[in-house]
Structure formats: structure tokens, C-alpha cells
């Protein structure tokens, strides 16, 4: 989203909302706002894979997984059109690098398929 989307965001925002679902992550208790149609199939299919691959999304409560949002410390993340998530969030704070090796070599493996 480039500066200029950033500015009309609040003009645009009830067109976005219009597209965000609650989808329940299956085989877990998950629950993630995302953009409807295409984007939710690929982003909830990747949690899929997360959890069953990686590590458990549903561990930590209240939830830590976060995709939608109303607002964000980014101006331009997809965060605000529903088109990107954080898995584990909690466990793993933005700009840390607090993931283990092995676990980012599984993520990075996982990105492969998709």
C-alpha cells in the first residue's frame, strides 16, 4: 500500500470491511478476520499448514493471532486491508528474531508450497 492508498485509507475503509470474514482456522479453535474469497483460502490454508507443521496457533489465550486490522504502528501494512498475518504473535514480538532456527527453516520450507 503506498503512501498515497495510505492517505485515503479512511475513505476506502468501509469498502474493506465489506471483505473481511471470520473464518475458524479448521482443526483448531482459531478464529482470524481476513479478506474474503482468494486471500482467506491462502491465508487460512497457511495456518493450516502452520499449526499441523510448525507449532500449535491455538496455545496461547487470549489469541495471538492477529490479520485484520483497524489500525497499525505501519501505515502501510496489509494488516489494514486484511491481506497478512501474525501467527503466534505474543511469542514471537515484531523485530525481535526470537524464532528458533529449526522453526524458521520449517516456516521457510512451508513457503515453498504456497
Known amino acids: 500500500m503506498g503512501r498515497e492508498t495510505a492517505r485515503l485509507l479512511p475513505l476506502l475503509l468501509p469498502v ?16 482470524i478476520e481476513v479478506r474474503r ?19 500449535p496457533i491455538d496455545r496461547f489465550k487470549p489469541r495471538d493471532d492477529w490479520g485484520f486490522s483497524w489500525d497499525n ?28 532456527a529449526d522453526r524458521v527453516a520449517k516456516v521457510r520450507a512451508g513457503l515453498k508450497l504456497f
Open 37 to 55: 474469497g482468494d486471500v482467506a483460502t491462502v491465508l487460512v490454508g497457511w495456518m493450516i499448514w502452520y499449526h499441523r507443521n510448525v507449532e
Open 16 to 31: 474493506i470491511l465489506a471483505e473481511i470474514v471470520t473464518v475458524t482456522v479448521p482443526g483448531t479453535t482459531q478464529q
Open 73 to 100: 504502528d505501519v501505515p502501510n501494512s496489509n494488516h489494514l486491508s486484511g491481506t497478512a498475518l501474525d501467527i503466534n504473535a505474543t511469542q514471537y514480538p515484531w523485530t525481535r528474531l526470537t524464532m528458533p
